[in-house]
């Protein structure tokens, strides 16, 4: 009889038990292949991972998260301690969700990365949309750290409260890459000129897509030159794909019938077995993706070396399709890194031309005058010259030609004074011979000027002049229009492939039907001016000597700055080589507001300060027009924050040096309007 009890009670103690968990639904007791025990969710957009799973499952995955919108962290260089859950918000390009609307504690958080230019940004940052603090989120993303904490990166859709935000429509497995070849171009270019270092590069009709890993190619600014770059790196997981893909096209009525770009590798001996990069013709058939790998001859096997590379598409005449550029790789730790530059449509190179027809509008064309260190009307206020230019006596005519200094790490421009042009159609000429017995190369091209005096996105021709020698001078002509009066600078490239000594005569710039407006702008701005005319550090991302770029906000004007240091460590930067003769150094120069800091600037390789000393040391105490926050740095400045210095025994070697070393407390510093005369 008390056998027949037991057999009872524990049948009845299974049926309470079963019925007891009947009404919870069942994925949540259901762990996917793979899955961390315990986790809530499978990671899908019905059934998305909770705040603890994802917290759990930071391997690269591709899934779905689900939390309240709490907050933001408002300062990448301390996380911890900028963790904000109430407005006002400045912070875009992140989101804090938790499992709780009334969270603040950051530690509960999954930290969700916002990439700029894209739709979720727009939506969903909390600085232009508060309102949506404390609502419910489900986002797709990468599932792995993003400033320090579990996060969710490289997020590509998401739902506010159930509804579909942007462009959240799952993936299409016929369409993986999201293509639409319903609007063809003939013609396009990508130089990357925009990019923001290690931010995912976006530009409008051209897809960046992270197929597996949650990586996608990425802006990156070295030595001032701009690039994308793939790798997997310091990820997560084991497993990636990306993709960078041209707008559509058709094959017919593109230049050549190719499509030409510059490739690079890093980390070539190591990784080669775990990474690569391949090309491919991508088309749409009855709305499924076709692949077609195609044949690139001398794909780059020397680190740090550019090459330039051509897809041939001959055999696809007739079809509108795409280029796509494929990396893969699986490995996080010994992982190759694939860059690339210059796409375009066309061959990248060019030949032998004749000067435009017309009204010509250079007054020194020739380079034969010359006033301290640089050609009449060939040295612009903004950052579109970035060459160090010599007098040559080596000439095609006249007396002197310029020479343009090349550099294999870095594209350099020969830029001329800014000029406004009428609407119409230029022809921009000159010729090109190598300075020494490497061949050299070139790019005519322009950029437009804003009203703030910053160079836009720069418009060059899409041939390349390549392997020019030093026994011949080789014409090259570019032809472009303008469809409205137009600030511009006129730039010559010296690409960093080869990156040798160009030499440069006779340039042309003739019109038919445009012309200059009021005659061009000489670059000798007076008194305290906002712009440098020195090249500062460009992108947000701090160097290894605690030094970046950035913006300033003064009176609505946006103007490049150098960011020196964090709280707690100094930063330091070393300007570019002075001009020999220079006497005067005049910049803005703030601290952190409410904190109390040190800037030391100083003269080395040659030179003093008005009264002998080498160095000046300046107190930041933040008071007056303190920087918060992250850049753009919105600034006030008062007349203390402005130091202008007179200098004496400068040398073509001399270098200027700010250093936030010797500061005891606050060890960072806004330097803007570095002027050097």
Request: hydrophobic share 35%; glycine share 10%; proline share 4%.
């Amino acid at each position: 009889m008390k056998k027949i009890l037991n057999a009872l009670f524990l049948t009845l103690l299974a049926v309470f038990t079963f019925s007891s968990c009947s009404d919870v639904p069942a994925p949540y007791d259901i762990l996917g292949e793979g899955d961390v025990p315990g986790l809530t969710g499978d990671g899908t957009k019905e059934n998305p991972y909770s705040i603890e799973a994802a917290q759990q499952k930071q391997d690269g995955t591709i899934a779905w998260v689900q939390g309240y919108i709490v907050g933001t962290v408002e300062n990448y260089e301390d996380p911890s301690g900028s963790a904000k859950f109430a407005a006002p918000f400045t912070a875009k390009n992140n989101l804090l969700i938790a499992a709780s609307a009334t969270e603040t504690n950051v530690k509960n958080c999954v930290c969700v990365q916002l990439s700029s230019g894209t739709e979720l940004y727009s939506k969903l940052n909390l600085a232009e949309n508060a309102t949506n603090l404390g609502h419910i989120l489900a986002i797709q993303g990468s599932l792995e750290k993003f400033y320090g904490f579990p996060g969710v990166k490289s997020t590509t859709a998401a739902t506010l409260d159930g509804k579909d935000v942007g462009g959240s429509s799952e993936t299409d497995p016929d369409n993986p890459l999201g293509l639409d070849d319903s609007n063809p171009v003939n013609s396009f270019s990508a130089t990357f000129d925009d990019a923001v270092n290690n931010n995912d590069y976006l530009l409008a009709n051209w897809y960046n897509v992270a197929v597996a890993g949650g990586r996608r190619w990425q802006g990156k600014v070295f030595n001032a030159d701009k690039y994308i770059q793939a790798t997997s790196y310091n990820a997560s997981g084991s497993s990636f794909e990306c993709w960078f893909v041209t707008p559509a096209f058709k094959v017919d009525e593109i230049a050549d019938k190719t499509v030409s770009f510059k490739c690079a590798v890093y980390n070539y001996a190591t990784a080669a077995a775990n990474s690569n990069l391949e090309v491919y013709f991508l088309k749409l058939v009855n709305g499924k993706m076709e692949s077609n790998k195609l044949t690139i001859d001398g794909m780059p096997t020397t680190d740090n070396t550019w090459v330039s590379l051509e897809a041939k598409l001959d055999s696809y005449a007739g079809q509108t399709g795409f280029v796509g550029f494929k990396y893969t790789s699986t490995s996080s730790t010994d992982a190759l890194s694939y860059r690339l530059d210059d796409i375009q449509a066309g061959k990248g190179q060019g030949g032998g031309e004749t000067p435009g027809e017309g009204t010509e509008l250079l007054t020194n064309g020739g380079f034969e005058n010359w006033a301290d260190g640089y050609p009449t009307g060939w040295k612009s206020t903004s950052t579109a010259s970035s060459a160090t230019l010599e007098q040559s006596t080596d000439k095609r005519s006249g007396t002197y030609s310029v020479l343009v200094k090349g550099d294999p790490s870095s594209n350099k421009r020969l830029g001329s004074t800014e000029m406004t042009l009428k609407a119409g159609t230029y022809v921009f000429s000159a010729y090109f011979k190598a300075a020494t017995a490497d061949k050299a190369g070139a790019r005519l091209g322009y950029v437009p000027i804003g009203d703030d005096g910053i160079p836009g996105n720069y418009v060059y021709d899409a041939d390349y002049v390549n392997d020019i020698t030093n026994t011949d001078w080789v014409a090259k002509s570019y032809t472009f229009t303008l469809t409205g009066e137009q600030k511009v600078c006129l730039v010559v490239m010296n690409p960093k492939s080869p990156g040798k000594d160009l030499l440069i005569d006779d340039a042309s710039l003739k019109t038919e039907d445009g012309g200059i407006v009021g005659g061009t702008e000489e670059p000798e701005p007076e008194g305290k001016v906002y712009t440098s005319n020195i090249a500062l550090p460009e992108g947000t991302s701090t160097d290894a000597n605690k030094a970046s770029g950035g913006k300033v906000v003064v009176e609505g004007q946006e103007y490049p700055i150098l960011k020196l240091g964090t709280g707690s460590a100094l930063g330091f930067w070393n300007s570019p080589a002075l001009k020999a003769g220079a006497s005067k150094l005049s910049f803005f120069a703030v601290g952190w507001t409410g904190k109390t800091g040190q800037l030391t600037v100083v003269i080395e390789n040659g030179g003093t300060f008005e009264g002998g000393a080498t160095s000046k040391v300046i107190p930041l105490d933040g008071k007056t027009a303190g920087a918060a926050l992250n850049s753009p740095f919105t600034i006030t400045p008062a007349d203390t924050d402005y130091y202008e210095y007179a200098m004496s025994g400068i040398t073509a070697s001399s270098t200027i040096k700010f250093t936030t070393d010797g500061a005891t407390s606050d060890k960072r510093a806004i330097i803007f309007g570095i002027n050097i005369k």
